[in-house]
């Protein structure tokens, strides 16, 4: 997995320091199998010389390691997993001092303890975790600390947050009670609050105490061999990722099982399968709802253009919107004309969300299905805002002055659309895209939504009960798209974890 994980802490003198990194090294050359004492560029091990004066600058607040490296190697994978005061790299230790001011200052969690996000394509994606471990001679008898991920890929750095956040408040409780026990161990020996309140009237005193030098973190924590076991959670955090996050579409979500044409295959690394670009890609849909198998030739998207002209703009965007939310959508009318109608709607939202009962003899509840079409002499209830209703006209029952469809709904659309909405309307507009090109594209979109509901869901199977508005922004969501989230996650298990 290729993400830097490092300890930051707020010196008292210099600021927001790095004291510790750990990173990935592998080797790719598959045909010498030797093991090796170390897997990455050798000129990586030389890089500790151009950082010796810099760490003679630091106190012993912000000093850890020192020139003394911690190696760990999986030699099955060929990896090396290497740790240090600093980042070897000299571009990586810049980005990673730059995500350290911002992690101890600015980008911090209401009430200051948590997990936040920031990032860019520039200077990466960053997952921030700041806690606080107790020192008795701190400032505020407090030491404030937190851990980075750097990575440069958001999605999947943002899809592991959850593996992220478990194992380092691991790391986090360990280390506190550490510090804990030293805490009250010098308080019992000498509190250090009313030592402080008797010296603010002592010149002496408190000049004492201003050239105090802050502590070495392995002296907060009482523990000798605190970054030996910081380096071994951090290896095991970058091993289990690699092994067991890998990216693959989330087709337990989606409707269509994407079969890919694999004759033009490249050799790649593994875990990845790029494909000749030159050749096409087939994709096979399998669709699995038996009463849509005779419109399994029919693209979607031409179904929801003709029924988008047919009912108006207006009326349109208030059952694309109860299609998305999750509301139940009823037709009425002749038993082809619904379910290709059924067929191009349940197409927006991902399978595992489609409750479908075609040509059904009598009306059921929204809890049964939440798509159902029905004859016109079936019974039906009268409009309400948790069922839209479509009625179709049959044929012989239609004149000059008659719709061919009629919606009836007395629920009210948001004053701020989801974003999801926003860009299925966007896209409906632009005349020039053919339809084959919007099924690619609402299929994309459809994927990252469900990707997004996928990573929420999981955070609220781990126990977390916290609010999750930063994790959204972070995924490119907002309060407009949580009941779109809410819906879509009704398709995943109960318990994720």
């Avoid at 510790?20 to 093991?35: A, G, H, I, K, W």
Wanted: hydrophobic share 40%.
């Amino acid at each position: 997995m290729n993400a830097v994980i490092a300890l930051c802490t707020f010196c008292e003198i210099h600021g927001p320091k790095v004291i510790f990194t750990t990173q990935t090294y592998r080797s790719f050359d598959d045909q010498n199998t030797e093991e090796l004492k170390f897997y990455g560029p050798k000129e990586i091990l030389r890089e500790a010389q151009a950082l010796g004066s810099e760490q003679q600058q630091d106190c012993k607040g912000c000093h850890s390691l020192g020139n003394l490296k911690y190696l760990s190697n999986e030699h099955e994978t060929r990896t090396s997993f290497l740790s240090a005061q600093q980042s070897l790299m000299q571009d990586i230790g810049a980005l990673l001092k730059y995500a350290c001011i911002r992690s101890l200052s600015c980008e911090v969690h209401p009430g200051k303890e948590g997990v936040c996000y920031f990032g860019d394509e520039t200077r990466g994606h960053v997952l921030s975790h700041t806690f606080c471990v107790k020192d008795a001679q701190s400032r505020g008898l407090r030491r404030w600390c937190s851990f980075i991920v750097f990575m440069r890929d958001k999605q999947f750095l943002l899809n592991m947050w959850p593996f992220f956040v478990d194992n380092l408040k691991e790391v986090m409780r360990e280390l506190q009670e550490f510090a804990e026990k030293k805490y009250k161990a010098e308080e019992a020996e000498c509190p250090q609050r009313v030592l402080r309140l008797a010296s603010v009237n002592s010149s002496l005193g408190s000049n004492s105490h201003a050239n105090k030098q802050p502590r070495a973190f392995s002296d907060i924590t009482n523990e000798k061999h605190v970054f030996v076991r910081i380096h071994m959670w951090f290896v095991w955090i970058l091993s289990a990722g690699a092994r067991h996050f890998v990216e693959i579409l989330p087709v337990s979500l989606l409707d269509e099982e994407l079969h890919f044409s694999m004759e033009h295959r490249n050799d790649a690394e593994e875990g990845f399968a790029p494909l000749n670009a030159k050749y096409p890609i087939n994709l096979n849909i399998d669709n699995r709802i038996p009463d849509f198998k005779n419109f399994s030739g029919l693209n979607p998207v031409t179904v929801l253009r003709n029924l988008r002209q047919l009912l108006g703009r207006d009326h349109f965007r208030q059952i694309i919107y109860a299609v998305l939310v999750g509301l139940q959508i009823l037709i009425r009318g002749p038993h082809a004309d619904a379910v290709e109608t059924l067929y191009g709607l349940s197409s927006l939202i991902p399978r595992a969300c489609q409750r479908v009962r075609t040509q059904a003899p009598e009306y059921l509840e929204p809890k049964i299905c939440n798509f159902i079409s029905v004859d016109t002499l079936v019974a039906v209830p009268m409009p309400c805002a948790e069922v839209c209703r479509l009625d179709i006209v049959p044929v012989q029952h239609r004149t000059e002055d008659t719709r061919s469809h009629i919606l009836r709904w007395t629920g009210d659309l948001p004053a701020k659309l989801p974003t999801l909405l926003v860009k299925l309307e966007k896209a409906f507009d632009n005349q020039k895209l053919a339809d084959s090109v919007l099924r690619v594209h609402f299929s994309t979109l459809k994927e990252e939504w469900a990707n997004i509901a996928k990573v929420l869901h999981t955070m609220h199977g781990r126990g977390y009960r916290g609010n999750l508005t930063s994790l959204m922004i972070s995924l490119g969501a907002g309060s407009q798209d949580k009941q779109i989230l809410d819906a879509w996650s009704m398709g995943l298990p109960s318990n994720p974890a």
